[in-house]
């Protein structure tokens, strides 16, 4: 019996070097795994998920971060705690996660603190 196919969606991702890269993420997932796994300017992700910290930080792009589920009050916390938190475009990568709806979206990873 084959397997059914996986849905993908892309993003498109300026890196802390200001590289620019296309990735494809499985709908449903995390963005913060296929950020971490890029090379050189890629978030670290330390708390691997667990929203409890900030090491994953990215700024969703104006015409795209209302598409985007509000931050819940926990990430909300962190965020603001940040250097560079921008109410309009701040987000954890680990807290959003790839829908159809978000395909061809741009983000930028905030520098790191």
């Not at 990735?23 to 691997?48: D, K, Y």
């Not at 209302?66 to 819940?72: L, T």
């Not at 965020?79 to 987000?91: A, H, K, N, W």
């Amino acid at each position: 019996m084959l397997e059914a196919s996986r849905k993908v969606a892309t993003i498109y991702v300026k890196d802390r070097e200001g590289a620019d890269h296309v990735l494809e993420i499985e709908v449903g997932a995390s963005l913060m795994e296929p950020l971490r796994e890029l090379n050189g300017g890629a978030i670290e992700a330390l708390c691997g998920g667990m929203c409890s910290c900030a090491t994953c930080h990215v700024f969703i792009s104006t015409e795209w971060a209302n598409k985007v589920p509000s931050p819940g009050d926990d990430e909300l916390e962190l965020l603001e705690g940040t250097e560079c938190f921008d109410e309009g475009q701040s987000r954890l990568c680990c807290q959003v996660t790839m829908t159809d709806e978000l395909n061809g979206m741009q983000l930028t990873i905030a520098p790191e603190e």
